[in-house]
């Protein structure tokens, strides 16, 4: 299959998910994640008409978005582990970044997003919602501390939440789901948090069903990596 089938495939899943839970299949963005995939084949998605891409590591960012600056109406997601000193580059290349997990990096991206830009840098907070200990992402008990230190940056825009549930396991995915839309209700609702993204190959059905608002689907566009 094409890459262009293989994204008329995953529209056509989001869209049976999304009438399956009575949701408007518009209130799903679909970000194409590219990681260690070459720029030419982001350029076949873009050429179907995909728009917004996501990379898991800035220097490959970085790289890709020098490559592909030809290409207008293309917006790129950061949504991979961020360390401080990269913050630099996220703030000045995505529009999103989907994995602020600390107070820290989100100082850090807010003061680099000042000086790099001129509309805000729209974050998510990544949660650790399972707890498992070898895996980024702010603990629940940490929501509050993060959120109040994006709120204070005026080059940062708090859009939600973002999870990324154990691989191959859909039933866990579907509690660990269900835990962010809570921790979403406690912690302002949609009002403050209006993002959840959650869902990725193999779980998009499970986390539309859940609320997701942004699913992240990498090897069913472009394959193994
Ligand atoms: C790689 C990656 C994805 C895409 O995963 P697939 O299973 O290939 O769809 C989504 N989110 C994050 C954070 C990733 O690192």
Redesign the pocket.
Known sequence: MSIAERLATVHARIERAAVAARRDPAGVELVA?S?AHPVESIRQAYAAGQRAF?E?YAQELEAKAQALADLPGLVWHF??HLQTNKAKIAAKYARVV??VDSAALARDLGKRAAQQRVEPLHVLIEVNVGGEPQKAGAAPSEIDEVMRTVLAQPSLALRGL?T?PP?GDPSAAARIFATLVSLRNLHGGVGALPELSMG???DLEVAIACGSTCV?????IFGD?
């Open positions: 994640v990681k996501g898991s949504v991979g989907h994995s973002m990324l691989a990725m190959s193999e992240r689907i990498g090897t069913a990596r």
